[in-house]
């Protein structure tokens, strides 16, 4: 037995036990997960990350949606995907995806969600602008601290009677009341001051707003009303007269640039491009659940007829196949959660598939071992020559499905098929992993095997399926 | 032992029949739905599927109703699972969200309560599905481009790299014909469409479509040396028999996986992995019983020829 062979069987043992104890142990210490420095930094975990298919979610692809001629700047995407995003976080849900795609489209993943049609209003959803009264007892200071951080508020805009009462109940919150709504707008620009100069944003109702904002601010007289951007509160002007003109003006010391910016955002939505929804996708959350459980049912009989399989057929050299293909499951699954690979539906069959051609090159070799002890050759050398010749055919069909996968996942990622690309990459992931399972960790084995019982081998031909 | 090279005018036969076979699914596919060889679904032309939970028993008409009464003229409902399951599958135009949420919200008043945490729906606008089209029939190109690439590569060495290339890529058009073929019978038979999936599957057996072949034709290479003044027929032979036992092992394996799948898996995976299925069956047979007669009749005779100038 020769040094090398120790060597390798050593390292592959801690490699396994490695590999087991990220795999199977549930938990990890913060040391060790911060450790995945290509991680994001909030969220490094050895954890499965579940696609949309498996834990049910969201897919909303959004388009820019800009008059024919005009262009879509990369600068104002980025702007469009930042709001978004803030929008969608907003909502307070595990770990959403907002990404640009190509030039033009934004897509939009958020797992698990219970209530999908409150999300796409969300995000569908231009500037809010709200006027409401706020809560009793709250002071001009607490108003304009408010202001300051720019602390989100809670309003009523969009609640149910039954969340109003449920949140009123609570002491801690400040519920406001939504009077009038960016909706009642008709249209909006700039204006200054006549008096200090400072830019304004003069606002107009339609007619139906502006009998509210009237009736509204002659029985508030002396009261403050507020402006609320986004759920943040721009100014708290002091209702000083009636108005009945549905005219009225947003103070908010703005540079003339932010006073305009504003008006814009009032009038077509605070996105810098208008965007619109262009496929959007939901999932009930117990359906992916229900296709985990059945894909990983498959998944153990699916592998059992193979371990028995290539036990049965190949025998002693079916056991070292088999061991290596236990190392070849463990390692996957190592990896998905290391690097960390998206679990979908089509990616779990991508798996499943690559443990059937994973056993592929162990068999190549194993034929010519088996003509090769046919031509009289002795145990040692048929291994080493199964190994060496069948090294070529092993390459190439190698490289041949590395090819295909290169090109699905390029299909998948030019628009948002994330589960073509699930499938490319576990069967990339799966198929370069076969290579060191089926030739390193079999052929250590093998060696092992052939050097502490070599003679018994030889003399019991059985046991090779010979 | 099968002779794989004698029985060659069977093997032609066979494969003449799944041929015609396979085009006539594709034709008949295309009669029926409007020129669609293949049932296109909304990834490529845009549109609405709705799969629906529903927590009891409900009639058919009755979906349907909904989705006229909120302007979809002819919706495709359909039965998925047994009875009891309770689900049905509704395909549409394109619809946008508050067309998708009025028309949950009026299933769940007028037919019964559609079970959200298990139920899905998708809509994809006709635009993107045309762009989807164009990445997929780029996808193919590359895919085939990549095989024949990966052929001459294989090949450079032999004497004759082209003809070895061109018998691989005639093996693969066939392999595809019937794969596309069976997938239109499903369309025909199941209403199986042709998705992102689909195409998944089908680059992948494109892929995978010459390994097989290659696999033989490096064997052959190898032998031709070795046993000189054998007739060329025999010593294809002689390689198809070594190396059967692999192609054949191997194909078992990645079935056995397949078929567990289409046994125990979820309903949503079974065309994609049915595709494969069949795709890698006949792609067994194609390289076994097309590719490897089809080089010995064309390389055969000027084989014979040079061995008998070699003796002279």
Redesign the interface.
């Known amino acids: 037995m020769d040094r090398r062979t120790i060597v390798n069987f050593v390292l592959i043992l801690l490699l396994t036990a490695v590999a087991i104890y990220a795999v199977v142990w549930q938990q990890h210490p913060a040391w060790l997960t911060n450790l995945l420095f290509w991680q994001p930094a909030s969220s490094r975990n050895l954890d499965f990350q579940l696609g949309l ?1 498996l834990q ?1 979610g969201l897919q909303v ?1 959004l ?1 820019a949606d800009l008059p024919e001629g005009r262009a879509v700047d990369s600068q104002s995407m980025a702007t469009a995907r930042r709001i978004v995003e803030s929008r969608v976080n907003a909502l307070g849900l595990t770990e959403p995806v907002v990404q640009v795609q190509g030039s033009e489209r934004i897509v939009v993943e958020i797992p698990g969600i ?1 209530d999908p ?1 409150q999300a ?1 209003d969300t995000i ?1 959803e231009t500037a809010m602008l709200e006027f409401v009264t706020p809560p009793a007892g709250v002071t001009a200071e607490t108003l304009y601290t408010i202001r300051q951080l720019q602390m989100p508020i809670s309003t009523t805009y969009l609640m149910s009677e039954a969340e109003i009462q449920s949140v009123s109940a609570m002491t801690d919150v400040m519920l406001f009341q939504t009077e009038l709504t960016g909706g009642d707008l008709d249209s909006a620009y700039v204006v200054r001051d006549p008096n200090t100069s400072q830019p304004l944003v003069a606002i107009e109702f339609k007619s139906e707003g502006a009998a509210k904002f009237a009736s509204y601010t002659a029985s508030h007289v002396g009261e403050s009303l507020c402006i609320v951007l986004d759920k943040r509160i721009l100014s708290c002007p002091t209702i000083q007269t009636a108005i009945p003109s549905g005219k009225a003006t947003i103070e908010g010391s703005f540079t003339y640039e932010e006073a305009s910016q504003l008006a814009v955002q009032l009038q077509y939505g605070a996105l810098p491009i208008p965007l619109k ?11 992916g659940a ?2 985990v459980e ?2 990983v ?3 153990i ?3 059992v ?2 371990f028995l ?2 036990l049965i ?1 190949y025998r002693l050299n079916g056991l070292a196949a088999d061991l290596a293909l236990a190392l070849y499951v463990l390692l996957n699954l190592f990896l998905y959660k290391l690097v960390p690979v998206t679990m979908t ?2 990616g779990i ?1 991508g798996f ?2 690559s ?3 994973a ?2 090159a162990n ?2 070799v194993f ?1 010519r071992m088996k ?1 090769e002890l046919r031509h009289g050759r002795s145990l040692k050398r048929a291994a080493e020559a199964g190994f060496s010749r069948a090294w ?2 092993v390459r ?2 190698n ?3 590395l ?2 996968c290169a ?2 996942y ?3 990622n ?2 948002a ?1 994330s ?2 690309k699930g ?2 990459i576990t ?1 990339a992931i799966g198929t370069v992993i076969n290579l060191f399972t089926a030739i390193v960790v079999t052929r250590t084995f093998i060696r092992l095997a052939f050097s502490a019982a070599g003679e018994q081998i030889q003399k019991h031909a059985w046991l090779l399926g010979l | 032992m099968i002779n794989f090279v004698q029985n060659r005018r069977l093997f032609f036969t066979i494969a003449g029949i799944l041929i015609a076979l396979s085009l006539v699914a594709l034709l008949v596919s295309a009669i029926l739905f409007d020129g669609q060889a293949l049932r296109i679904s909304i ?1 490529f032309k845009g549109g609405t599927l709705f ?1 629906l ?1 529903f927590d009891q028993t409900v009639e058919e008409s009755a979906i349907r109703q909904v989705f006229i009464d909120n302007g979809h003229t002819g919706p495709i409902v359909q039965r998925l699972g047994a009875a009891d399951d309770n689900t049905w599958q509704v395909r549409t135009r394109f619809a ?2 508050e067309e ?2 009025k028309i949950l919200d009026d299933l769940d008043t007028q037919v019964g309560l559609v ?11 006709p ?2 599905g045309a ?2 089209a164009q ?2 029939a ?2 193919v190109l ?2 085939s481009a ?2 024949l690439a ?1 052929i001459w590569f ?1 090949f450079r060495r032999v004497p004759n790299p082209f003809r070895y290339g061109v018998v691989s890529i005639a093996a693969m058009l066939v392999n595809v014909v019937i794969t596309l073929g069976f997938y239109a019978l499903m369309g025909i038979l199941q209403g199986w469409e042709a998705d ?2 689909f ?2 599957a089908l ?2 057996v ?3 479509s ?2 097989d072949v ?2 033989v034709f ?1 064997r052959i290479r190898e032998n031709i040396p070795r046993h000189r003044g054998e007739p060329f027929e025999l010593i294809v032979n002689r390689s198809v028999l ?2 059967v ?2 192609s054949l ?2 194909q ?10 289409l ?4 309903t ?2 079974k065309p ?2 049915a595709v ?1 299925l069949v795709g890698m069956l006949s792609e067994t047979f194609t390289s076994l019983c097309v590719a490897v007669p089809l080089l010995v009749v064309w390389e055969g005779r000027d084989h014979r020829h040079s061995f008998a100038r070699a003796t002279a």
């Open positions: 298919d049910g692809l388009v219970e049609a796409v569908r929804i262009e496929s959007y996708k939901a999932i009930g959350p117990s359906l229900q296709s059945k894909s049912r498959a998944g009989v699916g592998l007829v193979v399989f290539m057929y539906l089509p069959a499943l598939l443990v059937g051609m056993v592929d068999i190549l034929e003509e070529t055919s190439d069909s490289l041949a499905t090819l295909t090109i699905l390029l299909f998948g030019a628009f098929a589960l073509v499938f490319a069967l | 990834d799969v939970h946008e969200t998708v949420q079970n959200r945490t298990l139920s899905n729906w998708n809509t994809v606008e635009t993107v762009e989807v990445y997929a780029l996808a590359a895919a990549a095989v990966f294989s992102a999936l195409l998944t680059l992948t494109i892929g995978f010459v390994q290659i696999v490096d070594e190396t036992h692999r092992a191997t078992l394996n990645a079935m056995f996986v397949m078929v567990a799948i046994l125990f898996g979820g949503t995976i994609f992995i494969m």
